[in-house]
């Protein structure tokens, strides 16, 4: 049954976007032509299922990263505005000369 799950998801049914209905269709598919047992479709489902969820809580952890990895370098708006703030203080120095 594993060689089967690998066997899916090496051929494009990737668990990130299996769905249970998705999984229980492919599988049932898959009882109709053999390939695997009634008693078995039920834990390849769930199996599948529970990687589909595992690897979108991996990529939604992986996008956190790179989102906060992205945002560092950048200046938040309390930073332009205190910015700003030293500007027109600099502007009315030069001003008043």
Known sequence: ?????????????????????????IVDELVKRG????????DLID????????????MHKLLKEELERAKSGLATRKDIEELNAKIDALAEKLESK
């Open 47 to 58: 199996k599948l299922v529970a990687r589909g969820e595992e690897e979108r809580s991996e």
């Open 1 to 25: 049954m594993a060689d089967v799950m690998d066997t899916l998801l090496a051929l494009g049914f990737g668990a990130l976007s299996m769905t249970r209905e998705k999984a229980k269709k």
């Open 35 to 42: 390939e695997v047992r009634l008693e078995e479709s039920k």
